[in-house]
């Protein structure tokens, strides 16, 4: 992994393309569906090249890209289990860049139609919108394919999780028994996959097919939420005097349960207490519960769902003043998944949010080690203007990095 990045890293860093730097995140902008919302949150850009009968035209017509998605078709068709064929290995990565590279300078009317009207306004990749047409566009490749070998790696070999006690295999990945559900499951595909002949049609159709292989459908899960969860929320945001309230919102950090728990955890009740004060107290119009189906390993409750439900029933708060957030993991992205609703439900980003959770969260929050584990594990820190306000109150600022996705955790992309 090691050779891939440095190589892709030395290779985009000598890219120079079309600039169209700054232009990012647009409000109005309609996001694409494949039909498959597991895939859409992971691989927006796969998303949109599906959606261009152009551009796959020109894919299916080049030489190399084609070669690349025979070789991996075949796999489908010797239905042997083989999963590691379907990775991008360090020489496919750098060769399907150069081809990239040059089908972009043969075709870039066509690519800048595609990245300057669907990749930079999606807000997808908002955190390469400064970079020039060509370089968004690798890069939003690069972080497709190893999303794509990262699924392969969980869910084939049980390896390179983030959060492994909860995000693993629902099976023994090195049984006998699971060897034979991933060729009855390749033997599938090849009859039900369109669009084989596209490069990176194969692969995707393996990661996704191992995601439901093993019963992780999580990212889809409640979806559309603003069509479902939170339909009333954000109707009623469209009408909200921001100005009548201190801070936009109070977020509110799920906690799991332990086994033989059912329901809502003790601790994200004493949470959903202390944000219905602040809700009372008129310190913002909405509550985001954010929290999705996380503890125990493969547990049928989701943590936002189950506060949404006991504010309501406990405080007889309306649905129009609760957001759902059913997707996060960890605190880290409780903070970037709500973020990410309040920027694309059109919250203001000029005022601050109120996290409201128990003490000692709050003082994990506050501590610069949680700075440094998003860092770590996002890459970025999701806010700024951190401030601690009290024993269970931080506020933060919101930022459009936030609607970054990220594949390498494919159950909260």
């Not at 300078?105 to 800048?112: E, I, N, S, Y």
Request: hydrophobic fraction near 35%; charged fraction near 25%.
């Amino acid at each position: 992994m090691r050779y891939i990045a440095i190589t892709l890293w030395l290779l985009l860093l000598s890219v120079v393309g079309n600039a169209q730097p700054g232009k990012g995140f647009q409000q109005r902008h309609q996001l694409l569906r494949s039909g498959n919302t597991t895939a859409d949150k992971n691989f927006y850009l796969l998303t949109v090249f599906g959606h261009s009968a152009e551009l796959k035209q020109v894919f299916a017509r080049d030489t190399l890209l084609k070669a690349a998605a025979s070789r991996k078709a075949a796999l489908l068709r010797a239905g042997k289990s083989n999963l590691a064929g379907f990775k991008w290995s360090a020489a496919d990565s750098l060769q399907t860049c150069l081809e990239l590279q040059k089908l972009y300078a043969q075709h870039r009317v066509l690519f800048d139609y595609m990245i300057n009207g669907e990749l930079r306004p999606s807000g997808c990749y908002e955190r390469f919108k400064n970079l020039d047409n060509l370089t968004c566009l690798l890069k939003a490749w690069v972080q497709s394919m190893a999303g794509m070998n990262h699924l392969i790696d969980q869910y084939g070999f049980s390896k390179g999780m983030r959060y492994p006690a909860v995000d693993s295999a629902s099976y023994d990945v090195h049984s006998a028994n699971y060897a034979d559900m991933v060729s009855t499951m390749l033997h599938y595909l090849n009859e039900r996959v369109k669009n084989k002949d596209l490069f990176y049609q194969p692969t995707l159709s393996v990661a996704l097919q191992l995601m439901g292989l093993n019963n992780r459908d999580e990212p889809s899960r409640f979806e559309p939420l603003e069509k479902k969860e939170n339909q009333a929320a954000v109707t009623k945001a469209k009408q909200t005097n921001w100005k009548s309230y201190p801070y936009s919102a109070i977020m509110v950090p799920g906690e799991g349960l332990e086994e033989g728990q059912r329901g809502i955890s003790p601790i994200s009740k004493i949470r959903c207490d202390l944000a219905a004060d602040r809700y009372r107290q008129k310190k913002a119009s909405f509550i985001i519960v954010s929290g999705g189906f996380v503890h125990p390993f493969q547990t049928p409750y989701c943590e936002a769902y189950e506060m949404k439900k006991y504010l309501m029933a406990q405080y007889h708060i309306p649905s129009s003043a609760i957001i759902m957030e059913p997707q996060a993991r960890h605190t880290t992205t409780n903070f970037r998944n709500s973020e990410r609703l309040m920027i694309r439900y059109g919250f203001p980003l000029s005022r601050p949010a109120l996290c409201v959770t128990t003490k000692d969260q709050a003082d994990y929050i506050e501590d610069s080690r949680f700075d440094q584990r998003n860092i770590k594990e996002l890459v970025y820190v999701p806010y700024t203007d951190k401030k601690r306000l009290g024993d269970h109150e931080l506020s933060f600022n919101i930022i459009k990095d936030c609607l970054q996705i990220d594949p390498i955790d494919p159950l909260d992309p």
